[in-house]
Structure formats: C-alpha cells, structure tokens
C-alpha cells in the first residue's frame, strides 16, 4: 500500500532566521524534516541544501555531509544515558575524529554559554527535562553546523521549561550563516519564529513570515 | 567514538557484568573440561610416558594399549637386541596383583617389573627413599597415591610391608608416578621379583623397551624391528597416542566430556548473544540518534565489534583466570594431581570464544544497520 506523506511541498529555510513546520499529527512535519536532513528518500521533486543536491552525493558523502553540516535535537532529546552532559555534547565531534580532549574542552564551553556549567559531569538521569533539552541543543550546536533541525523540542516540557528552550534555540542557534528548523505543534511558541510554514495533508498550504505569524498560525 | 561504545558498553551495569560472566563462566567450562578430558585420557599413557630411559616399545604384534598385553617370549628378547641400530634393549613386565597391608586394607595394583640388571624404567620423581634400593630383595617403590590409598591417614614412611601372592614385600621408595588412569597404586620392583609377586605363567614378558643407537632414530630403529622380528614396535610417543586412541573410540568417554563441552559451547554462546543483542536492542534509538548526527555504518559496525570483543576478551580472562585458579588448587591434591590447565585448551577456547562474540555481534550488527535514522524521529 502506498502512502504519500507529502505531496505538494515547496520549503525554504533562510539563514539568520528561525522557520517554524507546523501542522496536525500526520500532517508530514517529520516527514519533510528528515527529507531535509537527508534521513529518508524522496521519490520526486527536487532538493537543495546548502546548494548541494543530496541526489548527487554518494550515500557514505550524505552521512559526511549530514555530520558536518546538521545538528539535530530530538523530541525525545536520546542523549546517550552512559555519557554525562559534556560527554554527549561532544559526540559530534568525536564522530568527526575530534581528539577527545579537544572535544570535551569545546562542549564543556558550549554547555557553560547555555547556563549548564555545573551540570557537565552529571548524566543524563540525573538532569531535569529543561536541562536535558539543553543538553541535546548543545549537542546539536557543538560542531557549528549550517542547518539545525529540532523535531518537538518543547513537546515533553512544561510551558515554562519550553519557553526558556526556545530562547535559548532562538538565541544561541539562530546565526547570520545558520537555518534554524524547528519542527512543532505548539502554539505557544510561535512567537520565536521568524517564519511559519503551516502543512496538511502533506502540503505546506501557507507560509507566514515575522510580523503576521501569531495570526497567521491560529 | 571508541569511547563512546565502550562508556555504552558499561553504562548499563547490569548487562555489563551480565555479559562479562555470561563469557568468562563459558570460558572456565570449556577450558576446565577440555583441559580435564585431555589430562584424563593422557593418564591413559601414564606409565609410557613415566619410562624416560627407552626411547621405544616392542610388544605382541597384536598388542593395541597399556592394559592389555600379551605376553611374549623371553627370547623375542634377544631378537630385538639382534637388531641393527638397537643401542640397549631391556625387559618389563606389567602385571596387576592385589596388594595388602597388615591391617587387611587391600587394593589391585599396577606392578612394574623393571630389568634387573639396569632398572631402566624405574621411577625417576622420588618423594622418599630411592629407585635403586630396588636392588634389595622383595622391594618395592609405591607411589604416593598407592601409599595414601593403603596406608590411609599415615604419614609416609618407607620399610612398611605389604602382601602379594603370599609374599612379603617392604616399600623402599615413594615415588611421584604420573597418575594412571584408573586409580590403583602404582609400584615398581624388579622383573624377577615382579613375575613372583603376580604369579608365574608360561610366558610374562609384557614389553622390551629399548633405546637407539647414536645416529639412528627412534622411528627407524622401530621400523627395523618390525621388519626383522614381525614384533610390534612403536615410539614412546606413538605408543601413548595408541593408548589414547583406544580408549577414545573404546570408551564413552569422549561422548560424555563432548556432550558437557557442546553444552557448555551453546549454553555460552546462546547467553552471550542474547543478552549482547538485547543490549543493542535496548540502545536502538541511540544508535538511531548516532546514525542521524551522521555516525556511519562502518563506524557503528566498529564499535559494535569494539563492544563485543572487549567484553569477550574481558570474559575470557575472568574465565581463564578462574580456570587457572580451580587447576592450582585442585593440582595439589592426590586424586587430581598433574591435572592442569592445557594451554592448547586455552586456545581452543579462546577460539570458540571468539566465535561466540563474532556471532552476538553480528546478529546485533545487523540489527543496527538496518535501522532507519529517521525512526529516531517516531516519538
């Protein structure tokens, strides 16, 4: 049986700018999220990121491509519960071939801009929520990619913890040469975003951009 | 990334420790039984490999292991010797009497008749007195298995007196004798004394045992006896392994040491991979997280095998160590003496080892390679 998750799609994600995939459950978001991020193929259509057409790369050049150039956070953060905060943070790194001393000094330093200093040794168990999230947007940050995907960031924290996030992912990700994608069904953040793409169905049925969003996305 | 699979590896303790055990118990059984069996079935050739002096053995044609023989003629003794390339060639007798101590303790016996003249064979580990008291009438050198079976709970002392055949016989020597494979006293005496102690018969030269002459091997010599005399001569070495063949296709024994050690093979290896796949299974969406940030396969297949071969070579050591520990202990002891840890066992092992991490890896390997990184996505 054939089920296409999307049909009708025409994305841009700018640098400098944090772009919202809103939508219903289903409606895709993730689906075109991991399209993005080169996780899934595509079967039409046409895809460019960063000018390079994933379609030309070989698939051992599209995992260098995605480690060098992507950082992910999760809804589920998937922090690896062996390693403590620094440790995970570092592991984009390491899977760059960092020395490992290198790589913990860089993360603990991206860990202390972000408030979570005193938290580098802890593991993950040991972290709340927020702190946890943080974490992961660390670990997304750490290697200094071009595009930064987060699927639900705020979708397992309280209000106020998701709020704190996304200032920080609006603060610390967002950069003149960075594309933000955050990928969410929570209203209560839209006011971070500098662009909203709303989809269903697996179409992106309207675009918004900076001062129409909150209207625009209710 | 080699620290991230291992801090992995033992993050989960449990599993860990799990796995560790589950690879070093799986090593300290296949080592300690097969170590067991080959000690067990080389006590099959004992009393072959005790003689140091004759370099080969010349027996009944018809002649397959230690235990059994038939008799040959005294003057087959001087066939041999008529050999060209025989250096020396002397007699042995085997016999198997039952031997008596005064309290009425008794116990069959394997009883070594060595030449006369030139004692060859006789027991060269003495723990007390001396081989060539033999020389005395009517003694004997028991070893200190024989002596503990008699003499329970004695210390050992020499000029004590045992019974055979209506003879009186005095122990002039304690010796270490390599163990044999059944476990009856083992004594040594002179061929003259031996053939009255067990009782004469027609015929009773059991064994020559011989030596090469300078520039002729062992292996010629044997072959020039068996051309000259029709008599069967073997090596010191071949011999031994005919009485282990023997008794491997004879006895149940090789069925019952293979069962235990395919068990133990299987048990380890299902244990080993089960709980090492279960582990994978339980890391799949952080190895789903790895392949997204861009680990790639290669990578994650190393760290797997990294995962997998560290704790096998830790398992093994345990296992090993532990092995090495049961046989010093248990190598002191009379009844399990000279049994010890064989290190071609080790290797064995080792090997099975090996292949039990090469085949929990793999099946857990694939688990994660066919995994699809946007599946870290699925909520």
């Known amino acids: 049986m054939r089920i296409d998750a999307l049909r009708g799609v025409d994305f841009e994600a700018r640098f400098g700018e944090l772009s919202f995939l809103v939508g219903p459950s289903g409606c895709g978001k993730t689906t ?24 030309d790369l070989s698939a051992a050049d ?20 062996a390693l403590t905060a620094a440790e995970n943070v570092a592991v984009p790194l390491l899977a760059a071939e960092v020395p490992r001393r290198e790589a913990l000094d860089r993360s603990k330093a991206l860990l202390s801009r972000l408030g979570l200093e005193k938290r580098s040794d802890a593991l993950p168990s040991k972290l ?22 987060c699927d639900e960031p705020t979708a397992a924290l309280d209000h106020a913890t998701g709020e704190s996030v996304m200032d920080l992912l609006a603060s610390s990700a967002v950069k003149p040469d960075r594309a933000v994608v955050v990928v969410t069904h929570d209203a209560r953040v839209f006011h971070h975003a500098q662009s909203i793409a709303q989809m269903d169905d697996g179409r992106i049925v309207k675009v918004s951009r900076n001062s129409s969003l909150k209207e625009a996305a209710l | 990334m080699n620290f991230v699979a291992l801090r992995m590896l033992t993050g989960d303790r449990a599993k860990y420790f799990g796995l560790v055990f589950a690879i070093a118990f799986c090593t300290f059984l296949l080592e300690n039984q097969t170590s067991i069996f080959a000690n067990i079935m080389k006590r099959t050739a004992s ?17 397959e292991y230690w235990d059994q023989t038939k008799a040959l003629k005294d003057t087959d003794l001087t066939r041999v010797r008529g050999v060209p390339g025989v250096g020396w060639a002397v007699r042995l007798f085997k016999g198997n009497p039952v031997a008596r101590t005064s309290t ?51 210390p050992l002392r020499l000029d004590r007196t045992l019974e055979m055949n209506d003879h009186s016989v005095r122990i002039v020597g304690i010796s270490d004798a390599s163990a044999p494979f059944a476990s009856l006293p083992v004594m040594h005496t002179r061929y003259s ?5 067990v009782g004469r018969e027609r015929t009773q030269l059991s064994f020559i045992i011989a030596r090469a002459a300078p520039g002729v091997t062992a292996q010629e010599l044997t072959a020039r006896i068996q051309k000259q005399t029709s008599l069967r001569a073997r090596t010191t070495r071949e011999f031994a392994w005919d009485c282990v063949r023997y008794y491997l296709a004879n006895t149940g024994i090789p069925v019952n040491f293979g069962i235990t050690i395919t068990v133990a093979l299987i048990v380890g290896a299902v244990v080993a991979g089960q709980t090492f796949y279960l582990f ?20 994650l297949t190393g760290m797997i095998l990294l995962q997998a071969f560290s704790v096998g070579a830790l398992g093994f050591a345990i296992g090993t160590g532990m092995g090495a520990a049961f046989f010093e202990i248990f190598l002191h002891k009379l009844a399990t003496r000279h049994i010890v840890l064989l290190w071609q066992c080790v290797g064995i092992t080792g090997a099975c080892i090996f292949f039990v991490v090469i085949v929990a890896s793999l099946l857990s390997i694939r688990r994660v390679l066919v995994l699809e990184p946007a599946a870290v996505f699925q909520g």
């Open chain 1, 32 to 55: 075109l999220l991991c399209v993005i991020a080169g996780l899934l193929d595509r079967n039409g259509g046409d895809l460019n990121v960063l000018g390079q057409k994933p379609d």
């Open chain 1, 62 to 81: 599209r995992v260098v491509f995605r480690r060098r150039n992507l950082g992910f956070v999760f809804q589920q953060y998937n922090l690896l519960p």
């Open chain 1, 128 to 149: 709340s929520g927020g702190q946890q999230q943080r974490v992961a947007l660390a670990r997304a940050l750490v290697h200094e990619p071009r595009i930064v995907v």
């Open chain 2, 47 to 63: 009393q072959i490999l005790d003689v140091t002096d004759a370099e080969v053995w010349v027996m009944d044609p018809r002649t």
């Open chain 2, 104 to 154: 009425g303790k008794f116990a069959a016996s394997f009883l070594i008749g060595l030449d006369d003249a030139t004692l060859a064979g006789a027991p060269r580990r003495m723990l007390l007195g001396s081989w060539e008291r033999l020389r005395e009438p009517d003694s004997v050198v028991i070893d200190q298995a024989g002596y503990v079976l008699l003499f329970p709970k004695e």
């Open chain 2, 193 to 197: 004394e031996a053939v009255n102690f």
């Open chain 2, 280 to 299: 994978t299974v339980d890391n799949l969406k952080q190895f789903g997280a790895l392949k997204a940030i861009g680990v790639s396969n290669l990578r």
